[in-house]
């Protein structure tokens, strides 16, 4: 018996580990995320280091990104990524250069005003709004 409790808990446990989390509470789904994401352009604050970011998703899932100190100041930094959603990870994003260029999967939440990107461990990443097009002609 003794045994057999070890087993299921260690399924249970490699189940848990293996299963991203897609959705919380709240938590935007997928259909939703891409309805928002696609063909238009988010803003928000770098938490890291305060500075102003403009991102651009293209359909065809190129990511067209700057970043500069303040919002309405020449950018210093541009990089461009690949950005997807997928039912087993959800919405991920990979910069060439930026974050390291290693893939960060998020969930998305709405708020006031605005939405929360989050990891799925709950690590809150940005906090954006979203803008109808590519107003900053990225």
């Given at each position: 018996?003794?045994?057999?409790?070890?087993?299921v808990?260690?399924?249970?446990?490699?189940?848990?580990?293996?299963?991203?989390?897609?959705?919380?509470?709240d938590?935007?789904?997928?259909?939703?995320?891409?309805?928002?994401?696609?063909?238009?352009?988010?803003?928000?604050?770098?938490?890291?280091?305060?500075?102003?970011?403009?991102?651009?998703?293209r359909p065809?899932?190129?990511?067209?990104?700057?970043?500069?100190?303040?919002?309405?100041?020449?950018?210093?930094?541009?990089?461009?990524?690949?950005?997807?959603?997928?039912?087993?990870?959800?919405y991920?994003?990979?910069?060439?250069?930026?974050?390291?260029?290693?893939?960060?999967?998020?969930?998305?939440?709405?708020?006031?005003?605005?939405?929360?990107?989050?990891?799925?461990?709950?690590?809150?990443?940005?906090?954006?709004?979203?803008?109808?097009?590519?107003?900053?002609?990225?």
């Open positions: 018996m003794r045994a057999l409790r070890g087993v808990v260690l399924v249970l446990a490699l189940l848990l580990t293996a299963t991203p989390v897609l959705a919380g509470d938590a935007l789904g997928l259909d939703e995320v891409r309805a928002l994401l696609a063909g238009n352009t988010i803003h928000g604050i770098d938490p890291r280091n305060g500075w102003f970011f403009a991102i651009y998703y065809d899932g190129v990511a067209l990104g700057r970043s500069s100190r303040l919002k309405d100041v020449e950018p210093i930094e541009y990089d461009q990524g690949h950005w997807e959603i997928t039912n087993e990870k959800g991920c994003l990979k910069w060439n250069f930026w974050m390291a260029a290693k893939v960060r999967c998020m969930n998305m939440f709405a708020r006031d005003g605005g939405y929360d990107f989050k990891t799925h461990d709950g690590v809150r990443q940005s906090v954006v709004e979203v803008l109808e097009g590519n107003p900053d002609n990225l």
